[in-house]
């Protein structure tokens, strides 16, 4: 059955960003070691990049753990496969002669639209947008400190 209105944020996100709603946090929200996930070996290798160059850092402000594995995946999937339509384009252009003579947009350009919504949709999940990242407080939610001084004085946590 399909939930109505906007996704819930994740806890850890909610927590980096000082519960900005002020809304009742999920205290039964299962909490999974802040451990990164091994990168698969099924990988691409672009993506395998893409994977070693985030990984620690998503996994030490506690936003990528061991059951992330298959999202964060997904990601550096698309990642890379954005980034090969994007050189594609780079090398040969964005538009074609076809053998009769009309031009025509090579496959590309929308392989490489898509992949980017789908980058960016994940990306957000993981604060790595700027617009993500810039409602995250760094070391909220770490020993009970919200980031809002008045807030933890009245232990409103």
């Known amino acids: 059955m399909a939930t109505r209105g906007r996704k819930p944020t994740p ?62 995946a997904s990601y550096c999937q698309a990642y890379a496969r954005w980034k090969e339509a994007e050189e594609f384009i780079t090398q040969h252009g964005t538009i074609v002669k076809t053998p009769s003579g009309y031009w025509q947009q090579v496959p590309q350009v929308s392989i490489a639209q898509t992949y980017l919504k789908i980058m960016n949709k994940i990306a957000e999940q993981f604060g ?26 009245l232990g409103g946590n």
Request: aromatic share 4%; net charge negative.
């Open 128 to 153: 790595l947008t700027p617009s993500s990242r810039s409602r995250i407080i760094a070391g909220a939610g770490e020993n009970g400190v919200s980031g809002d001084d008045m807030e933890d004085l």
């Open 11 to 72: 806890t850890a996100i909610k927590e980096l960003e000082g519960n900005p709603g002020k809304r009742p946090m999920n205290n039964a929200e299962p909490k999974p070691d802040r451990k990164a996930p091994p990168c698969p070996k099924w990988l691409e290798p672009e993506a395998k990049k893409e994977w070693r160059r985030l990984s620690k850092q998503l996994e030490q402000i506690g936003v990528l753990t061991e059951v992330d594995q298959a999202a964060f």
